[in-house]
Every structure is written in C-alpha cells, then in structure tokens.
C-alpha cells in the first residue's frame, strides 16, 4: 500500500457505522488487539500468580498494542476499552483489584478473563473462561462442564440470530433455552449491548433470561450495527450481589453536568478524560494519592458510575464467555474468541432442540449464490 493509499485509510471518519469501511478497519484492529490480549493474559494465568499482576499486564498490553496502531492519524485516541478482569470461581465478574492485593490463583480455578479495546472510540470486548490445570487427561466433569458447554453453545446461537429482521427477545428465548438443556442458570442482571463510537453499553440491549421484575423492550435487529454479547452462567441460583470487595473501575456519567468544587477532585477528573474519554477505567492505573483525593467527591454526586463486584452465593461456580459482533451485509463477523481453546470438560447433556442445533452448525457468512437460488426457487413456487 502507497503512502498515499495509508493516509486516506487513516483519513478522519465521518459515517460513524458500518458502512464506512474505515469504521469497520477500527473493529478489526480493536478485535486483533483484545484477542491477542486474552491470549497472553491466559498464558499468565498459572498457580499462584497474582490477579493485579496478571490484570495490569492486560491492561499495559492493550494499550502497548494500540500505541502501534493507525501511527499517521495525529491526536487519536485508543486503548483500554474494558479494563482487564480476572474473576475466580463464584465471582461474576469486575474484579480488577488495586496494587498490594494478594489474591492468587489456584489449582482448579474458575477463571473468567474480560477485557476491551477501543481504536478511535471503536469497541471490541471479550471474555473466556479457563480452568486453571485443566488437561486433557483430567477433563472437568459435572456441573461446571455443563456450564461452560451451556455458554458456549448459547454465545455460539446468539452470534447466529443477532441478524436483520431477527428480534432481540428471540435471542433471550434461544439462550434460556440453552440453559435449561444444561440444566445451569443464565445469571441476572447481564446484558448484551449494542455498541457505538465510544458507548460500551448502548440502549438496545439482550436480555439472558426473562424475568418478571424486569421491563423489557424489544428491538429489531439491523444492518450495520455492533453487539457484545455477554453470557455468564452459574451452576447455582444466578443472583449476583455484592460482597465484600469495593467497585475499582469506573466511568464518567455523561448525563451529570455537576460542577466539581474541589481542585483535586477536577484534576482526577481532567486525567480521567484525557485518558479514557468516557470509558471504563481501572484506579489501578492512577496514582493512588490523587485518585483518593478526587474520587470521593466524584462518587458522591455520582459524576462517576461505579462497576459493582458481584458475586454468585459461595460454592457456586460462574462462568462466561463474550465477544462483539459487527452485523455486515454479507453475514456476521465475530471479533474476539475465534482461536479460543474451550476447557477440558464433559458434559452428561447436549443441545436437543433440533432447530437450535442446526442454527449452531450455520455458518456466520451469508452464501450469496445459495441465498439467490432460494429467493428464485420461492419465485417459482409462488
């Protein structure tokens, strides 16, 4: 490619979907990114390593590879779209702790690794689930390999039917399903987002289960638009709450204009912005005296939105799997979570509903030659 051919690539965007193919070169590179992110984060995660450890390498990895992206394009910014997770056994997930935390992992762990990256306000998330130990020759039985075939299976469904014309409440359908199959339970409160340019959690959203006390709209799906889809399951009752661990990443809340009193508290505010615009942070990757300063007045009158650490009652086991999804023309594109080994497990149950079997084995792209002779084919019958 010509110096030439670059610049105009790297050229400023207008069209903010996807339809502008600079857009759709933003996801990808984003998606390359927090792949290989997860992937040498798993490499990390071994007997009595450190989660900050292990979070703070994801994290500098991200932005060390997104440093190395679209160089010609002055002023852009990229990085950390999600800050990086580890979140053991019974732990749903946002576990991202300070600096001094002890906590290691172990032998048998349920691990969930989730992570994101932005190019140009741009996001793609992922998550994967890992077994620490875990081999082929001890595979993992009972009621934590039926959760992990139960999200997988699910994810691998919902990739499938996030198409135009489909609706989202279908999707819920098609998971709940999946779960009772398996015989685990979709965890509440999760969501699957819509994504826009530099909104993680965008008002169209997938509900993983339906549930009574919650209002639900549905939405028709469209050409063009970006998903994350989010499925955590738990061998247990699927309540997330909080516990003892205090919320260590945060975002701005855009909808408070609040005029900050506090120098301190406008200076932490200041470094938040420049660093990560208005997505997810860790305080890990502040220094610690001025995060602490400012962070009080700004949780008080709730400038910033607190990512809770939530956890399924003790002796449960959760599990997740998450990934984005552009919704192209030509067929779906999952980003993250291709090259992804899934653990070592065996599970008693399989996926029996015969349409959501043959769903799970279509393929993401659309084969235009055998599309068109379907439509003629319905032409003739008519």
Known sequence: MSNKDQEMKEAPVAIEDLSNPVVVDSYNAAGIIANNAIKHVISKCVVGA?????????????????????????????GIAFPTCVSVNNCVGHFSPLKGNTRTLQQGDIVKIDLGCHIDGYIAVGAHTIIIGNTAAESKTGKVADAICAAHYALEAALRMIRPGKKSNEVTEVIEKISDMYGVTSVSGILSHELKRFIIDGEKVIFSKNEPSQKIQTYEFQENEVYCIDIVMSTGEGKAREEADRPTIYRRNLENNYKLKSKASRDFKDQIVKRYSALPFPLRNFDEKISKLGLVELIEHQVLAAYPVLFDRSGCEVVQFKTTVLVLPNGNHKLIGTEFPLPFVRSEFSVTDEAIKTLIASPLKINKKAAKKAAAADVKME
Request: net charge negative; glycine share 4%; proline share 0%.
């Open 50 to 78: 450190l989660v900050v450890d292990i979070c703070q390498y994801g994290d500098d990895f991200i932005e060390q590879e997104a440093e190395k992206t679209f160089t010609k394009r002055k002023n852009l910014e990229k």
